[in-house]
């Protein structure tokens, strides 16, 4: 699996999706507010989960094993109110290693140019 082409292509999926987003809202009339309409049309994480997943399932995870819950399941704990997104993934990403889930973790911000450019978060 060539990893680096991958999540290019899965982060400039996610900028693309939200783009798609955006103008479903535009043409639909129903506009939020800033930068909301681009994330609320679901599809903008897609590529990202499917590369997350096929990694998972190459380290020998069991592909039903490989999911995630939503807040009707489970409370979502108060360190996470307020927080903004790139926040909370550091944070979910420094406790999941602390807590000895994950070996290890990695979080990457990317921009929205015509060059993807990725960068690894302190």
Do not use: H
Not at 3 to 13: D, F, G, T, Y
Not at 48 to 75: G, H, R, T, W
Not at 88 to 104: M, T
């Amino acid at each position: 699996m060539d990893l680096e082409k991958r999540l290019r292509a899965a982060v400039q999926s996610y900028w693309d999706a939200r783009s798609k987003n955006k103008e479903k809202q535009i043409e639909g009339g129903k506009i939020d507010a800033g930068t909301r309409g681009e994330v609320t049309g679901a599809s903008q994480m897609g590529a990202m989960e499917v590369l997350v997943a096929d990694i998972l399932c190459q380290a020998e995870l069991n592909k039903i094993d490989v999911k995630s819950n939503k807040e009707p399941y489970f409370k979502v704990n108060p360190v996470f109110d307020k927080a903004s997104y790139s926040r909370r993934y550091e944070l979910l990403c420094r406790r999941l290693v602390r807590e000895r889930v994950y070996s290890s973790a990695r979080l990457v911000m990317a921009t929205n140019s015509p060059r993807t450019k990725l960068t690894p978060a302190n």
